[in-house]
Structure formats: C-alpha cells, structure tokens
C-alpha cells in the first residue's frame, strides 16, 4: 500500500508532515485568539475598577449626605436576619410600631422563638447617640430573646435564676 502510495506521491510521511503543519497553523490561530482574549479581559477589569471606584465614590456621597443610612441598613439587616419580611421590614424602618405575630429567629439561641402578638419599633439608642436599636415589646431586641428563652426553660421544668437589675446591690 505504501509502495503504491510512494508511486502516486501521497507517502505516509507526507501525509503526516501535512498533519503537523495543519496543527501548527490551529496552534497559532488559538495562540493569537489567546492573546485577544487576554487583552479584551484586562479591558474588562479596567471597565470594572473603573465602576466600582465611581459607585464607592457615589456611595460615600449618599453617606455623607444621609448618615443615618448606615445605620438603617443594619437595621434592614437584623430584621431580615430576625425573620420579618418585606413589608414588615418597610414599615419598621418607617420607625413606627410596628404588630406582628409568628416566629423570631435568635442568633444567640440558635432556634426561633413564637410569638402570639408584639409590637416592634426602632429608636435613638439611648446610649450611643449616633445609633438605633431594635425594640420588641418595650425591650431590646436581645433581652426579648433572654425573657423568651427564660420562659422556654421554665416551661420544660428547668429553674432559672434572675439576675439582679443594674445597679442593685446583690448583697453578701
């Protein structure tokens, strides 16, 4: 076979000689589409830290224009990682009262906790000015969750101890 292919001129060397200069022109096609790609993906990166440095930019603007935002936001956040929804966090943030019932998760408990009926609201924190805090039923947010847990204990039969209020003398 070979013979008659060498009488004919397509030798089995010639065709792989032809094979390799097939290959070698695919491998410069895919080394100059490399090239373009890396050039189009810096371009890209440059587009992109150019937006992202003008939405900080614009970011810091709203601010220092409304610097009570930070501070709704993480309000916006502890509600939705409490489990109110949408239009219960709308209205919160309103910082009217706000009636709800159903269940509350607590990070610090780990397990949720339901509730027949609350009122929860936003107000100036007492101690830090610049601050809010999240109130349910007159409490803090964090010291609902305590009384809910107390109340958990005492239900299944496990006594706990209060303890004394801030400023009260626990005696000897």
Not at 23 to 37: D, H, P, R, S, V
Not at 79 to 98: D, N, T, W, Y
Not at 114 to 127: D, L, Q
């Amino acid at each position: 076979m070979d013979g008659i292919g060498s009488l004919v001129g397509t030798s089995k060397v010639k065709r792989q000689q032809q094979e390799i200069e097939n290959l070698k022109e695919e491998n410069a096609g895919l080394q100059t589409e490399i090239k373009t790609l890396k050039e189009q993906i810096q371009t890209n990166e440059r587009k992109h830290i150019k937006v992202a440095d003008k939405l900080r930019q614009e970011l810091d603007r709203i601010y220092s224009l409304f610097p009570k935002i930070k501070e709704l936001l993480r309000m916006e956040n502890l509600c939705r990682h409490l489990g109110f929804g949408e239009s219960q966090i709308k209205a919160i943030l309103e910082m009217k009262p706000v009636g709800f019932k159903g269940k509350l998760y607590s990070s610090e408990y780990s397990r949720h906790f339901e509730t027949e009926y609350s009122v929860t609201e936003i107000k100036p924190s007492s101690n830090e000015p610049d601050r809010l805090k999240l109130t349910i039923d007159g409490v803090s947010d964090t010291n609902w969750f305590r009384q809910k847990y107390r109340e958990f204990q005492e239900s299944i039969g496990i006594k706990v101890k209060q303890k004394p209020e801030m400023g009260k003398s626990r005696g000897i």
